[in-house]
Structure formats: structure tokens, C-alpha cells
């Protein structure tokens, strides 16, 4: 014998079931299902992350002005509201990161920032950040690579990159390159202003055979040749000293603005494009720029 329905139960199942459907039509709308979560936890995650974000472009900032600025040539230089800077900056007095002068009441960068600052100094070094770059310049020009730093006896090859091409160019490292006639030297010296180096290339000059000393300037062979190179941003060398040999370099800095390493690339001269503006010289440039940037280094390289 059946046992009737309740009748008090019966209603009951379609509201659960206008329930069920309610939900799962909010949920399909992308509005909260029961039980679930409000977007609150995930909205506020992506605001502390802004934050951090614009909190990371003020202090970034400040280095880039020289470490010292007033709010509004912050606030310029960020693309931020002066009041909305601000604000940042009261945060990140209070980690030590900035510190303001109580008498131009300008924003410099604080303790705790030079504690970090040190500590990357300190693990930069400018052969170490070189490799990489000279691998992605052997891969993308498929050109030999090195890198050198000013020796004893001048330029020195520290590290080198050759290509898989069935003839390469003879790259040995601790090979001392010359500062008048390779391209390596020449980039050496047009950014540094160091006598031994100046000494080092007058003599250089003085021994030249007559052919090379007539691809300089007459009246200031050296002088014209820092200011050209400084100029290109880049050094450059064709059949300079070895014929069917041409070569670029580009000049890595150090945060004080020193040159301390110059990236190099050369090949045949056939098919090796050594002007300042070729494909070349750009890629140089642009991994030399990069490494510099990676060791604190936020000039021009005028």
C-alpha cells in the first residue's frame, strides 16, 4: 500500500528548485553563486599589487633623478599626481627607503635603499652580465663576440662567443687589442679620460706606419677620433689594421658612469657591416646599454 505524499512537502520542491536555478543563473551571469566567494579577497590582491607596482615607479624614479627631487619633479617624472606621490613617499619614509631634507624639503633617497643599492654593486659584475649578451649577438648576427675590460697593458679579451660557420675569426682570450687601430681599443678610448691611456695611444700614433696614421685626422688625429666614436655612440673598424677584417664595439658603464667593459663584435669584411647605423652596431648598442643599465648606470654615455 502506498503511503501518501506529504502534502505539506510538496511545495517545498519546486522553491528549492527556483532556488537551485537562481543561483546557478547568477553564476552563469558572473555574479556570486551561494556559497561562494565574494570578488572582494581578488579585487583587493590586484590593489596591493598596483600599489606595490606605484609604490616600486616612485622610488625607481627618484634613483633615476639622481637620488635627490623635489615632489612636483617627481610627480612629473612618474606621471603621478603630486598628492598621490606624496603619499607614497610617506610609506616609504617610514621603511627608510627615502628620507626628505628638513631644509629644501626635497625627497633623497634613504638608508635602507643604499643597504640594497650596495648589495647589488656588489654582485655586478660586467663580464658575468657580458655572457649572456654575447651569446644572444653570436646567435642573432651570427658574427664572433667577445668582451674586454682595460688591462695592464690595454683592451684585453676576458670572454669570447664564435659562431658555427666554417670559417671564424681567430679570437684568443688575454689578447691585447690595440687602442688606435681595433675597434675595442678606439671605444676605450673615447670614454676614458685616463693619461696612461692617452700616453699609450700618442705612442701608438708615433709608431704607426704613414698608411695608418693618413686614415686619422691630420690636425687631431686622437681628439677627432674620441669625439667621432662618442659621437656614433659606437667604434668602428674596416681593413683598419688587417685587411678583410672589420669590427664594432659599444660601451658598457658602470653606475659611477665609467667605462668598464666594451662589447665587441667582428667578421670578414664581406659580409660584415661595420657602420654605425647598420644591424650590427644597433644590436651592440643595444645589449652594451642593457648590461649598463644592469649595473646601475642611468646616463646617456655622452
Avoid at 527556483?18 to 561562494?36: K, M, V
Avoid at 625607481?60 to 603619499?87: D, I, M, N, Q, Y
Avoid at 613617499?89 to 638608508?111: K, N
Avoid at 646567435?139 to 670559417?167: D, S
Wanted: glycine share 10%; charged share 20%; proline share 6%.
Amino acid at each position: 500500500m502506498k503511503t501518501p505524499a506529504d502534502p505539506a512537502a510538496t511545495p517545498a520542491e519546486p522553491a528549492r528548485a527556483s532556488r537551485r536555478s537562481a543561483a546557478e543563473t547568477r553564476a552563469d551571469a558572473g555574479g556570486p553563486a551561494a556559497g561562494a566567494k565574494a570578488p572582494g579577497g581578488a579585487r583587493e590582491r590586484r590593489q596591493r599589487v598596483q600599489s606595490a607596482q606605484t609604490g616600486m615607479a616612485v622610488l625607481k624614479g627618484l634613483a633615476r633623478l639622481g637620488g635627490r627631487a623635489s615632489l612636483t619633479g617627481l610627480a612629473a617624472h612618474v606621471g603621478e599626481s603630486p598628492a598621490k606621490v606624496h603619499r607614497y613617499l610617506v610609506s616609504l619614509i617610514e621603511e627608510g627607503l627615502v628620507a626628505q631634507d628638513a631644509g629644501t624639503q626635497q625627497y633623497a633617497l634613504g638608508a635602507q635603499a643604499l643597504l640594497i643599492g650596495v648589495a647589488a654593486m656588489r654582485q655586478a659584475d660586467p663580464v658575468r652580465l657580458a655572457e649572456p649578451a654575447l651569446v644572444r649577438l653570436r646567435e642573432k648576427l651570427e658574427v664572433t663576440t667577445f668582451v674586454a675590460v682595460m688591462g695592464n697593458k690595454g683592451p684585453t679579451i676576458i670572454r669570447f662567443e664564435e659562431p658555427g660557420l666554417p670559417v671564424t675569426m681567430n679570437v684568443r682570450v688575454g689578447s691585447v687589442m690595440s687602442l688606435l687601430w681595433s675597434a675595442t681599443g678606439r671605444a676605450f678610448l673615447a670614454w676614458l679620460d685616463d693619461a696612461r691611456v692617452l700616453a699609450q695611444a700618442a705612442e701608438e700614433l708615433a709608431d704607426a706606419a704613414p698608411a695608418l696614421r693618413a686614415q686619422l685626422d691630420a690636425d687631431d688625429p686622437v681628439g677627432r677620433l674620441r669625439a667621432d666614436v662618442r659621437t656614433a655612440h659606437c667604434a668602428t673598424v674596416k681593413d683598419t689594421n688587417l685587411k678583410g677584417i672589420s669590427a664594432v664595439s659599444a660601451p658598457v658603464f658602470d653606475h659611477t658612469g665609467r667605462l668598464c667593459a666594451v662589447l665587441t663584435a667582428l667578421g670578414a669584411t664581406g659580409g660584415f657591416d661595420a657602420s654605425p647605423d647598420g644591424p650590427i652596431a644597433v644590436a651592440l648598442r643595444s645589449e652594451a646599454a642593457a648590461a649598463s643599465a644592469q649595473l646601475g648606470y642611468v646616463g646617456n654615455g655622452g
